[in-house]
C-alpha cells in the first residue's frame, strides 16, 4: 500500500447512493423518460447508476455549446431547448450541480415543475456546505488571508523546484485569469489551479517523496483517483477539509495541480480518445472494492501516458469540468512568460491572450455583481495535535 497523506470520508457519497435507491423504488412502475441535465462529473455517475433500469438516461441536456450534439456516457447530448421545442408530461429530468437554481429556474420557464418533471438527486451546495462528519474542535481555522499565504508558500516551492530541475509549469483557469487581470487572486476566488506537463508532474511527484513539509497527492501516487483530473500538491503543515462531490477528503491545505497529457490530433482518434478516457474515469468513481479501484486508475493512467506529450501537437486534459474546452494547441503554452501573482512572479502560457480568450471569451470584462462569489468547498486548521 502506497503512503497516503489524506483521508477519504464516504458521507456524502453514502448520502448519493441513497437517494438514487429511493429514486428507482419511487419510480418503479417505469413510466418516466428520464433525462440527464449536465455532463459533470456526476453526471457520468448517475448515468452509470440508472444504466439498464427502469430509469436508464435516454439523453443528455447541456448548456456549453460545444457538447451539444456529441456523444457522452453512450448518450446524445442536446441543447436544453429540446425540451422546450416538445415537452414531454412523462420527462424525468435529473439535477446534480451547484448551478441547481439556475437550472430549475431555466426548466420551469418551459413549463416543467420542480418535484413532479424537475428531480435533484442529491442537493449539491447543501451538502457540500456539510462538515458534520468531522470534528475539528480546538483547532485554529484559517482565515482566507491566512489560507492564501499558504497558498502562496506552494506555489513558491513550485517555482524553485521548476528552476532548480527544469520543470514548466503555468498558472491556468482562474488563476492565469486572476494574473493577468488582478495581477493576484480574483477578489472573490480562493483557490489555485496549476497545469503541469505530466512528465514534469511525475517528476515533481518524486522530488518531493523526501520533502517534510510539501507532498503531492494524485492518482500517479496514491490508490484513489480524486475527480476533475487534479491531483493536490500539499502543505503538510495544515489540515484541510475537501467537501467535494464525489470526493471527501482530509489532507493538508492544497493548490489544485493538472496534468497536462498529450492528445491525439486526429479528429475520430480524439473522439475516441475523449469517449475512453471519461469511460475508464468512470470506472475509478464507481469501484466499490479497493482491488477494483486501484485496477481502474492503473488503466486509466496507462491509456493517459500512451499519447507522449513530446510528440502531440495537441495538449490538454479531458478529466477536467469542460474537459471539450481544455484541448489545446501546444505551441499555445511554449515555456512560458513570467507575470505577477501578488508577491510571486509565476509562469503563465506564453500565448496567455489565446489561452484565456478560449476559456472565458471576454475575459477582461468583469462577470455581475451577483456573479461573483466563489465556488470552493474547504475548511483549513493549522497542523497541531493530529
Request: glycine letters at 6%; charged letters at 30%; aromatic letters at 14%.
Amino acid at each position: 500500500m502506497k503512503k497516503q497523506y489524506f483521508e477519504i470520508h464516504k458521507y456524502a457519497f453514502n448520502i448519493f447512493n441513497q437517494n438514487i435507491n429511493e429514486l428507482l423504488e419511487k419510480y418503479k412502475d417505469g413510466n418516466r423518460e428520464c433525462i440527464m441535465f449536465g455532463t459533470s462529473i456526476i453526471a457520468e455517475m448517475i448515468v452509470d447508476k440508472l444504466k439498464d433500469t427502469v430509469l436508464d438516461i435516454s439523453f443528455i441536456i447541456d448548456n456549453a455549446k460545444m457538447r451539444q450534439g456529441m456523444t457522452v456516457y453512450d448518450k446524445k447530448v442536446y441543447a436544453p431547448e429540446k425540451l422546450n421545442e416538445e415537452f414531454n408530461d412523462d420527462y424525468l429530468i435529473l439535477i446534480a450541480s451547484g448551478f441547481q437554481n439556475e437550472m430549475i429556474t431555466q426548466l420551469e420557464s418551459y413549463g416543467y415543475k420542480y418535484g413532479k418533471h424537475i428531480i435533484k438527486v442529491i442537493d449539491l451546495p447543501e451538502l457540500m456546505n456539510d462538515y458534520s462528519y468531522v470534528d475539528r474542535s480546538g483547532l485554529h481555522k484559517l482565515s482566507r488571508d491566512e489560507v492564501k499565504d499558504v497558498q502562496l508558500g506552494i506555489l513558491q516551492k513550485i517555482k524553485e523546484c521548476a528552476i532548480k530541475y527544469n520543470i514548466n509549469y503555468y498558472l491556468q483557469s482562474g488563476t492565469a485569469l486572476g494574473a493577468i487581470r488582478h495581477k493576484g487572486y480574483i477578489p472573490w476566488d480562493d483557490d489555485v489551479d496549476v497545469f503541469i506537463p505530466i512528465d514534469d508532474y511525475l517528476k515533481l511527484i518524486k522530488i518531493l517523496e523526501e520533502d517534510e513539509q510539501y507532498k503531492i497527492v494524485s492518482q500517479f501516487n496514491t490508490d484513489y483517483y480524486f475527480g476533475w483530473g487534479f491531483g493536490y500538491m500539499v502543505d503538510c503543515n495544515t489540515i484541510c477539509d475537501v467537501n467535494k462531490f464525489p470526493i471527501q477528503v482530509t489532507t493538508g491545505q492544497s493548490i489544485d495541480l493538472f496534468p497536462l497529457y498529450g492528445i491525439p490530433d486526429d479528429e475520430e482518434e480524439k473522439s475516441y480518445y475523449i469517449k475512453r478516457v471519461k469511460e475508464l474515469e468512470n470506472n475509478c468513481l464507481i469501484a466499490v472494492e479497493d482491488n477494483e479501484r486501484i485496477k481502474a486508475i492503473n488503466e486509466l493512467n496507462e491509456f493517459l501516458l500512451k499519447y507522449k506529450y513530446d510528440e502531440c501537437k495537441l495538449i490538454g486534459n479531458v478529466l477536467m469540468p469542460f474537459f471539450v474546452k481544455d484541448i489545446f494547441k501546444k505551441e499555445m503554452f511554449g515555456d512560458g512568460v513570467e507575470k505577477q501573482f501578488e508577491n510571486l512572479q509565476l509562469m503563465v502560457p506564453t500565448e496567455y491572450d489565446a489561452y484565456l480568450k478560449q476559456m472565458y471569451g471576454d475575459y477582461m470584462q468583469l462577470p455581475p455583481e451577483e456573479k461573483r462569489v466563489g465556488e470552493h468547498f474547504y475548511h483549513t486548521y493549522y497542523n497541531k495535535g493530529i
